[in-house]
């Protein structure tokens, strides 16, 4: 929740959600740190979109494939 909004209203995040990641046992540094990859992440998606830039296969199939079936 903490990630999303800082993602989707970053301007509105304050006290409140704060409080909640503490309450959720989350330390201000670890709050840093969400905001931090959750801020990295919608700025390399935007560039990546706005550029029309594309992962390569071996990047862009990682962890979408299912695992082989085991031998059990």
């Known amino acids: 929740t903490f ?6 209203r970053a301007e509105a995040v304050g006290d409140d959600d704060y409080a909640a ?4 046992g989350l330390t201000d540094d670890e709050a840093w740190d969400v ?15 706005a550029l029309d830039i594309r992962p390569n296969p071996e ?14």
């Open 3 to 8: 990630a999303l909004a800082v993602a989707q």
């Open 21 to 24: 990641v503490r309450g959720h």
């Open 35 to 49: 905001v931090a990859i959750a801020s990295f992440f919608a700025m390399s998606n935007r560039l990546a979109n």
């Open 59 to 72: 990047f862009y199939t990682l962890g979408r494939q299912s695992p082989p079936p085991s031998d059990r």
